[in-house]
RNA sequence: GGCCUGGUAGUUCAGCUGGUUAGAACGCUAGCCUGUCACGCUAGAGGUCGUGGGUUCGAUCCCCAUCCAGGUCGCCA
């Protein structure tokens, strides 16, 4: 039965307890951890937020009915304990708690509440699934490692709160109801009741409406700003989540919009956990990110850097090399050095002959291994080399004994991905990764355009309001692949931890690059006529940047799984386990909104 | 939408290519215990083997379908 506080006031959180108070009344409350009886001694382990404190119940020095009150305790019961702060004596001292140099004698006892027997023990790593742990995730919540990451997040929030204003952001909130914009990911659409047939769209970001407080003159704006997405899930990525968005007007340099999201980030790191980067961070293009690293997020905490070979190989008469070289493609590799080092290689033939099943997934067609031995190379595809394109090949890769070569011959694109991909997997093979490392760089010079094979069209790879790099507007017409954007994203350990733009304020810009994209007044009237109308009336040079919240906090806290950094995620089928959302709805909220249900998949 | 992995006590798992009473640990219940902190000791309860169908004398085990969960590719301007 639940007992009510009456006068019991908390005086104390379970860890935050000082040694002047030894030997004085305290009040704490809090849950049952765990509890040890004894027989006429019972101990029980009260956590809250703070951590978790030892209260002692003996039988000489409590009433019998507080005492049989104690004996009732089961986990998770929510307590209230007034007793008397005391140092414990010799082996009662319990080095490797926080509060082991104290224990609460208690003098009263309150049962708050009783609970039901947890699915599953309150502790740190509960050995329980995730599907369970979501179920009952107020229950996992309770937990030290997950109280930390929610707990680190507010702190989060609050020193970027303070960054932005006191450096002269102001805090400007945007709509959630909006309008529906077809293109990038599919949105989540809200119906109208006022409007039958017709549909609110919940933002992927705050883009076009921050764009538009610069051009009401509020000149730097922030938001901590929720986002929707209507798309799978990964381990990575939920279907709302949150950026820290901002945007700054008078800047046509990316370096000054750079500039305020290192001071950002610096602070957040040293602040949070003590980690300082260096003055400044290092740029690497696009161009070189992919070539070197096989991707625009590279993990530069390690070498295993691709290399091209489509030089040594064009005329070496292996068709499956030719062939992609021919077809505009190219042939490179990835030196898995030492891998293959006798007695005890890192990768067994077997789990190097299933490195081709995985790179199949990105694509590629297959993967050509070289062995270097002692005795000679040991390879699938050394028949249908000369022995100089061989010795060429294992030059370039600085090939030695041990070493297995990694080769994939496709369009660049499927090199890139599939080598990316592979690199990042012999890294976690190999234990490569020091995992105590921060690597922070920038990708600068993304391209403006790419070629859409499902569009047959170009389209813009950041979005259609990115400016170009001024010199290269003539290539607009000539070569559009080459042309570079202002657009710059942050990675750090290989995530994409935040990214932005300078946009287009000049209506020619503008209309050149709607023209490229292959867009029509009444296309661009009809997703977006609104929001271009908007930059005709003074639009100044502006720019700003996302960080990815969840993200930072992963990487703050060092975990994979972006479930560990919000308080209530959503499963792979983007359904809640504990609420069971979505749900069917009431006949009558149909009706209210116009809608019927044809067809169930 | 494709591919891969898993589903057996409250929980985490084991269960021999098919056989008589489906096990362990933790948790839970009861009893004993004054220095425990993964307390200890004794006893006990607890199972539609995800669901439906099939093969078989017989299915937790093999096959098919389906549901649920995880990872991943596509997707995420």
Not at 67 to 73: L, N, R, T
Request: aromatic share 8%; net charge negative; charged share 30%.
């Amino acid at each position: 039965m639940s007992e009510f506080l009456g006068q019991m006031k908390r005086t104390n959180y379970c860890t935050e307890v000082s040694e002047e108070q030894i030997g004085q009344e305290i009040v704490v409350m809090g849950w049952t951890a765990k509890t040890r009886n004894l027989g006429s001694l019972i101990f029980i382990d009260l956590r809250d937020r703070t951590g978790i404190l030892q209260i002692k119940f003996d039988e000489n020095l409590v009433d019998k009915e507080t005492f049989a009150k104690a004996e009732s305790v089961r986990n998770e019961d929510v307590l209230a304990v007034r007793g008397v702060l005391r140092a414990r004596e010799g082996a009662a001292k319990n080095p490797r708690m926080k509060t082991g140099m104290v224990e609460v004698v208690a003098k009263e006892l309150k049962i708050l509440a009783d609970a039901d027997i947890p699915p599953f023990v309150v502790e740190n790593n509960p050995n329980a699934s995730e599907a369970l742990r979501l179920k009952y995730r107020y229950l996992e919540l309770r937990t030290p490692a997950l109280q930390e990451k929610i707990m680190l997040r507010s702190k989060v929030c609050s020193i970027i709160r303070n960054f932005f204003a006191d450096n002269g952001f102001l805090e400007i909130e945007t709509p959630f109801l909006g309008r529906s914009t077809p293109e990038g990911a599919r949105d989540y659409l809200v119906p109208s009741r006022v409007h039958p047939g017709e549909f609110y769209a919940l933002p992927q970001s705050p883009q076009l409406y921050k764009q538009l407080l610069m051009v009401s003159g509020f000149d730097k704006y922030y938001q901590i700003a929720r986002c929707f997405r209507d798309e799978d899930l990964r381990a990575n990525r939920q279907p709302e989540f949150t950026q820290i968005d901002m945007e700054m007007s008078f800047v046509d340099d990316e370096e000054d919009v750079m500039n305020v999201a290192e001071r950002l980030i610096r602070k957040v790191f040293k602040e949070t956990i003590g980690v300082e980067f260096e003055q400044n961070i290092r740029r690497m293009t696009y161009k070189e990110a992919m070539t070197r690293f096989g991707s625009d997020k590279p993990d530069t905490r390690f070498g295993l850097e691709i290399q091209d070979i489509s030089d040594l190989v064009k005329d070496c008469g292996f068709g499956v090399f030719t062939g992609a070289i021919a077809a505009g493609g190219s042939v490179r590799l990835v030196n898995a050095k030492g891998f293959s080092r006798q007695p005890n290689p890192i990768l067994s033939r077997k789990e190097i002959d299933a490195l081709g099943e995985f790179v199949k997934t990105y694509k590629a067609k297959g993967l050509a291994t070289i062995t270097v031995k002692e005795e000679g190379v040991q390879s699938s595809v050394a028949k249908f080399l000369s022995e100089d394109t061989l010795n060429a090949i294992l030059k370039r890769a600085n090939a030695e004994v041990g070493d297995t070569l990694m080769i994939v011959a496709d369009k660049n694109e499927t090199v890139f991905a599939s080598l990316g991909a592979l690199r990042l997997k012999l890294a976690e093979k190999a234990h490569l990764i020091d995992e105590n490392k921060y690597d922070i760089l920038w990708i600068t010079e993304f391209p403006q355009f790419e070629y859409s094979e499902e569009e047959g069209r170009l389209v813009a790879v950041h979005h259609p309001f990115t400016m170009p790099k001024v010199e290269d507007l003539p290539l607009i017409d000539t070569d559009p692949l080459a042309v570079r954007a202002k657009a710059y994203d942050l990675v750090i350990n290989g995530q994409e931890a935040g990214g932005g733009s300078i946009r287009i304020h000049s209506k020619e810009v503008q209309n050149k690059m709607f023209e490229t994209l292959g867009f029509t007044d009444e296309k661009i009237q009809k997703m977006f006529g609104w929001f271009v109308t908007a930059l005709n009336y003074g639009t100044p040079p502006h720019g700003g940047l996302a960080f990815g919240l969840d993200r930072l906090i992963m990487l703050l806290s060092k975990t994979d799984n972006i479930k560990d950094v919000i308080a209530f995620p959503k499963v792979q089928n983007a359904s809640d386990l504990m609420t069971e959302a979505p749900s069917e709805v009431e006949d009558k909220q149909l009706r209210d909104l116009s809608i019927g249900i044809t067809a169930k998949n």
